[in-house]
């Protein structure tokens, strides 16, 4: 019995101590399968190196560490991209340290800003506004982008803060970055933005202060329409349109007869965003301004889109024009006024190909049935896409008659 007892023992020792040395191979196998991952973080392949590592789990991450640590080439700056794959506290505090100590490349430390962001590290909140603070452009770039990612209060000042950097592009971004989180703090300071000596940051505020929407924004605005800079002042003209500003209205209305036409055009536009009775006339008489260079056509562009019905006589009036005609026309449409059908057939027969055009695709608006024999008649025109649009007009319009011309019109032309 007991002769069976140490065979039996001796058999369990040789099943643990084989078992032992079977998991030991299984961890060197794996160690010289993470080894090599490792070293295709250097290649143009790494992003597929990276997703294995991944699959490998919690082994592969002290050696990933290990490699942004003490790693060459390209391999610290990919292995801490890696890193963010994997949800461990030694990861997250290997990062932070990476971005703090400033004995680490550039590119790496970039690379851990943005990795803290993408796992969302609170920890990492007061180093990445540092690096906002007093980094170099993509390390801040990078923590700008990590600080909106975690989701900060704090991270809103810092970001603000960057406007006053000295690179461009990471204003811009702090500009984007503002407007994406729609920061009410951020008003005033993007309104500064417009005077940016660099020609993208002004239009970049633009838009920033376009999805803010702050009504302590539209007094500086109003402010900065009276400034010498050009592109300040069409700036501020855009942004007051897109926010809608009612309040802006009699300023916008002042700089409709300043003597630059851009910045006439741009308060036109600002006006028709804004939607206020009060711009109509003013635009009608932008429409009729005789500087070649306004591009009366944007007028009636406006006046249209504002469905201006006061606008129509004016604008019949355009249809003669031969800069305006065509967009006059398109205006037309879009009012939909009785009053402009019979102009609007007239157009048809018009010299230029363009009036034409819009008249056809007008009168294809106002779906009138007095306007079916003079399209059916347009048919026949010399232009193709008078054709066209006198086909769709007819469609439009629906009658038995104008679908009969429809059909006979394909015929012909297949």
């Given amino acids: ?6 065979v039996i023992l001796g058999i369990i020792i040789i099943f643990v101590g084989s078992g032992l040395l079977f998991s030991q191979e299984i961890k060197a196998e794996e160690q010289k399968k993470i080894d090599e991952l490792i070293r295709s973080l250097g290649t143009r392949y790494w992003d597929k190196a990276a997703a294995a590592l991944e ?16 790693g060459s080439g390209r391999v610290p700056e990919n292995a801490a991209y890696t890193l963010a794959r994997f949800d461990s ?64 209060d704090k991270a809103e000042m810092a970001i603000i803060e960057a406007l006053k950097d000295e690179v461009w592009w990471v204003r811009r971004w702090a500009i984007r970055t503002l407007g994406e989180i729609r920061s009410k703090k951020a008003a005033k300071p993007l309104v500064q933005a417009l005077k940016d000596e660099h020609f993208e940051v002004p239009w970049v505020a633009v838009e920033a202060l376009e999805k803010i929407n702050s009504e302590e924004a539209v007094r500086p605005l109003i402010s900065s329409l009276q400034e010498e800079e050009l592109v300040v002042r069409m700036s ?34 600002a006006l028709a965003r804004i939607s206020s009775e009060k711009a109509v006339e003013p635009l009608i008489g932008v429409l009729m301004d005789e500087d070649s260079c306004i591009r009366r ?15 129509v006589e004016s604008l019949i009036e355009a249809l003669e024009d031969r800069d305006t005609g065509p967009m006059a026309a398109l205006a037309l449409g879009k009012i939909g006024s009785e009053k402009a059908l019979k102009p609007l057939i007239r157009a048809l027969m018009d010299e230029s190909t363009k ?59 297949t």
């Fill in 236 to 269: 501020a003209s855009s942004a007051l349109g897109r926010i809608k500003a009612q309040e802006a209205v009699p300023a916008l209305l002042e700089a409709l007869q300043d003597e630059n036409w851009m910045i006439r055009e741009e308060a036109a536009v």
């Fill in 55 to 70: 699959e490998i789990g919690e082994p592969a991450v002290e050696p990933l560490i290990e490699a942004m640590l003490h």
């Fill in 297 to 311: 056509e944007e007028a009636a562009w406006i006046l249209g889109e504002m469905r201006a019905e006061e606008a």
């Fill in 89 to 152: 506290g030694k990861a997250e505090e290997a990062l932070i340290t990476v971005l703090e100590d400033r004995k680490f490349s550039s590119r790496v430390r970039a690379a851990a800003a943005e990795s803290l962001g993408v796992i969302k590290s609170k920890k990492a909140e007061i180093p990445l506004i540092d690096a906002v603070q007093n980094d170099e452009g993509q390390i801040r770039y990078n923590a700008i982008q990590a600080l909106v990612k975690i989701g900060s």
């Fill in 1 to 6: 019995m007991r002769t069976n007892y140490r």
């Fill in 355 to 413: 009036v034409r055009r819009a008249s056809a695709w007008a009168l294809g608006k106002l779906k009138s049935v007095k306007a079916v024999k003079p399209l059916i008649s347009a048919l026949k025109d010399e232009d193709s896409e008078v054709q066209m649009w006198a086909a769709l007009a007819l469609e439009k319009i629906g009658t038995a008659e104008a679908m009969k011309a429809i059909q006979e019109y394909k015929k012909q032309n």
